[in-house]
């Protein structure tokens, strides 16, 4: 997605740390108008697909799963990262290492909203070692519904989180894929 | 709004402790196209307001806050509830007690994204004691911004925090607003 690439370029900050920062547009601060076309752009990867439902985790995947379910027409499901007193019932829950905060969390899902004739699209801001993503196809496999795929706004191709499920024959779409990065520039993926 | 009494009728659970579960529609799971009639009628209501900016909390808030930001063509910031590595540079915080999880948390915003010139809509999904809106209120007028007001998509006005703070001029509209809770039925506030 060209107005990914463009968005990154102009508005991204390479922090230390491999971490790049799109807090203006992105997380922390949502471009809104852009926000629907990420949305947009998504449904259009997935049209026809026979997605029914969209799953991320909280809390950055939110808005870009809602934009991403307004416009496939399907609800979005969050994951969250801890049980809390409002959610009873039976869960699903599976353990996600955090690179962003180099910590482990549990995240949940309740067994009512993620059920077995569900086909589950995961949505994310990041894809960078896979690890959040691996833990909702996780909770995917728990409720025995059907994987169609995923779609992330940014992949950090260097960290290698997307290809490797891409090699296991899952469908990863990431509307920018970031090969090199450092203070000085930033390396896309041909063809993104 | 009476498509939000409608659901929470229809869909909203009572669970001991005065807690109301949405999260069939609002939070955990989210009815997207539901989220967008949410997001028109709060952008409905503070239509010529001048609103430049929706501020919520995440994580609850986000989806909503996303929705209503849409709706005004305006940018979304949401506070994070704890500093974390890729929030740089000078922050905004103020303390916060939740009641659902009983407990204080910080509520956390980069001054990049909250600026003297802004006209702030504070979005979230409920209002009960009315804490995370002061907490976010304390936000903004550390930033010098102006509060326009706040929209909440479920009020619990049996606590109290919507009308304290319209007793102090602020602007609150909730799009339901529930006057008694029991396991045997819901009362809400005529007119809303």
Redesign the interface.
């Known amino acids: 997605m060209e107005l990914m690439e463009q968005k990154i370029r102009e508005e991204g900050k390479v922090?230390p740390?491999g971490?790049l920062?799109v807090?203006?547009f992105l997380?922390?601060?949502?471009?809104?108008?852009f926000?629907?076309q990420v949305g947009a752009e998504i449904a259009r990867l997935f049209q026809g697909a026979g997605v029914s439902k969209v799953l991320t985790i909280?809390?950055s995947g939110?808005?870009i799963g809602?934009?991403a379910?307004?416009a496939l027409?399907?609800?979005?499901?969050?994951a969250?990262k801890h049980k809390?007193?409002?959610?009873?019932g039976n869960t699903y829950s599976t353990l996600v290492h955090s690179y962003?905060?180099n910590t482990d969390y549990t995240v949940v899902?309740?067994s009512?909203?993620l059920l077995p004739s569900d086909h589950v699209l995961l949505v994310d801001d990041f894809l960078a070692n896979g690890k959040a993503l691996v833990g909702l196809i996780d909770l995917v496999s728990q409720a025995g519904a059907e994987l169609v795929g995923a779609a992330c706004a940014i992949e950090k191709g260097f960290q290698g989180g997307g290809d490797a499920l891409r090699e296991k024959g899952i469908r990863v779409e990431s509307l920018a894929i970031i090969d090199e990065m450092s203070d000085t520039g930033i390396t896309f993926r041909e063809g993104k």
């Open positions: 922090l740390g971490i920062k807090g203006s997380n922390q601060q949502i471009d809104t108008g926000l629907a909280e809390s939110i808005a809602a934009a379910g307004m027409g399907v609800p979005l499901v969050f969250k809390t007193s409002n959610v009873d962003t905060h899902v309740s009512d909203y």
